[in-house]
């Protein structure tokens, strides 16, 4: 079946514009994530939704980031105001909601570059 | 708090070689302990892992060797081939209602022919 995709996958936005990232996971997992990757870094959480609900954003680093899956499916990551610091992958994952089933799948993430 | 240290940052190995990676952690509240192999503009695929109820795990030609007391783990492959040269990031896992992994800074490893 089809991974997870994300789109676009590329994305170049001048200090202080507004970005929307996508994230459509695997059909039927309940638990997305997103992750932003530094070059030369491991992935680092930013917020875990279970089915529609955020359960946790306490990676989120500042109050310009937002995610949202209103429909418990598609999410979308928004990041406001973007700054250099925000130059990055975003990674998404998802998974299965079962007791000790914790593999998650990645998709091939977003490039985000701030001129 | 950088509560899982991977090591060494790269490797270079030869072909037919044996590549180890290790990675320490600090919360023993980890339950599930993931290696992920990234290729450059990909995203992490999962390649095993392991529970902390057992010392050793072997898929194929990786294994993962697991050290609870030492709160140590290790990535072992075995028979290394070129296409192998990749990043590898180990990973922890809390479980119950904490799903989000906490990763390694990764190691680059080349496995020349």
């Known amino acids: 079946g089809a991974g997870v995709s994300q789109s676009p996958r590329y994305k170049v936005a001048k200090r202080g514009q507004d970005v929307a990232l996508r994230c459509d996971p695997i059909s039927g997992h309940v638990s997305l994530f997103w992750y932003q990757q530094a070059l030369g870094q491991g992935p680092e959480f930013l917020t875990y939704f279970q089915n529609e609900a955020q359960l946790d954003k306490s990676g989120l680093p500042s109050d310009r980031f937002f995610a949202e899956r209103p429909e418990g499916s598609v999410s979308t990551l928004k990041i406001q105001r973007t700054q250099q610091e925000d130059s990055a992958v975003y990674l998404c994952?998802?998974?299965?909601?079962?007791?000790?089933?914790?593999?998650?799948?990645f998709g091939p993430g977003t490039r985000l570059t701030v001129t | 708090q950088q509560q899982v240290k991977q090591s060494p940052q790269s490797l270079i190995v030869q072909k037919g070689g044996i590549p180890i990676i290790n990675c320490a952690y600090e919360?023993?509240?980890?339950?599930?302990f993931p290696w992920y192999q990234q290729f450059p503009g990909k995203g992490p695929a999962l390649l095993i892992a392991?529970?902390?109820?057992?010392s050793e795990k072997k898929e194929g030609r990786f294994t993962i060797s697991f050290n609870k007391s030492a709160k140590q783990f290790s990535l072992h492959i075995m028979d290394s081939q070129p296409g192998d040269s990749a990043t590898y990031f180990c990973?922890?896992?809390?479980?119950?209602?904490?799903?989000?992994?906490?990763f390694g800074s990764g190691t680059q490893l080349t496995v020349l022919p």
């Open positions: 919360n023993t509240a980890f339950d599930y």
């Open positions: 392991i529970r902390p109820d057992v």
């Open positions: 990973a922890a896992l809390v479980g119950g209602s904490a799903r989000q992994l906490t």
């Open positions: 994952a998802s998974s299965l909601l079962s007791y000790r089933n914790y593999e998650q799948y």
